[in-house]
């Protein structure tokens, strides 16, 4: 069968974010903060002759994956279980490539760090245009607040226990609005001025960003509405067509426009499920 190892990383939510540009893939990025989500992507990889992926139902572009194995030089047969929507503010990206690095490092035995393996996700991340801080934030668990770009940005990790609910409408091009100059400049004096120190504070920051953003799509005005009319704290998926929400009153409202998710605030970034080296 040969060697083998099954891996899992976090999904992250963005409540709010300004792009950085450095002189290097690593010193650019983005400040701000968010929730590292316990959904993310799931990751079975085992050596083979040549690279072969599957992810989901086979329907999805491969295309990230790949990048990781033949930027390592390594042949597997991968697997990806993806646990949110693609494209839809969740991180899966981001995930994903967290996922497939440490299966790799596993499978492999290359003896790559943490640290090296989320440097090596970001670099992806902002080369291909699919992020600028999720592979940062979900490097670890909890509520994330980054100071500084690239994954040494990360100044506090909160672990709130509120349940958190999330629907979503659709997705949103990553890469479209990040290499956007006109966007980045609105987003960059949308960006909240205090760092939050609660999840409560947290919220109210993105809540503020969504609104001054100009990233808000239309149809979900409604849904932001009926959360703030009922006293639960929401906002917008950073960067997706969806809403998140805090607090089990939430489910209800969400009901009214989707398919509520239930989430919590992950412990941990990634981890090794499972590994076999015979």
Known sequence: MGRSCVTFAPGHISGYFKRIDGDSVQTTG??????VIDKGVTVRMQEADKINIKIGD???????????????????DVRVTVGMPMGAGFGMSAAGLLAAY?????????????????KKAHAVEVA??????????????????????????V????????????????????????TSEEKMHQVAAAFPGKEPATLAE????????????????????????????????????????????????AEKILQKFGEPVRLHVSSSGPVILEENHV
């Open 155 to 178: 100044k506090l990790r909160l672990y709130p226990k509120d349940e958190l609910w999330a629907v979503t409408f659709g997705s949103i091009s990553t890469h479209d609005v990040i």
């Open 102 to 118: 440490h299966a790799a490092n596993c499978v492999f035995s290359l003896g790559l760090s943490a640290e090296e393996i989320s």
């Open 128 to 153: 291909f245009g699919t992020g600028l801080g999720d592979a940062a934030a979900a490097s670890g668990g909890g509520l994330v607040v980054r100071t500084r770009p690239g994954i040494a940005g």
């Open 30 to 35: 983005s400040l701000g903060a968010g929730i």
């Open 202 to 249: 947290f919220m109210e920051n993105s809540a503020s960003f969504t609104e001054k953003s100009g990233l808000l799509p239309p149809n979900l005005l409604p849904v932001l509405a009926a959360c703030k009319e009922a006293g639960v704290p929401a906002s917008m998926t950073m960067l997706g067509n969806g809403v998140f929400a805090v607090g089990s009153a």
């Open 58 to 76: 086979g329907t999805a572009d491969d295309w990230l994956i790949r990048e990781v194995l033949t930027s390592l030089g390594v042949k597997a």
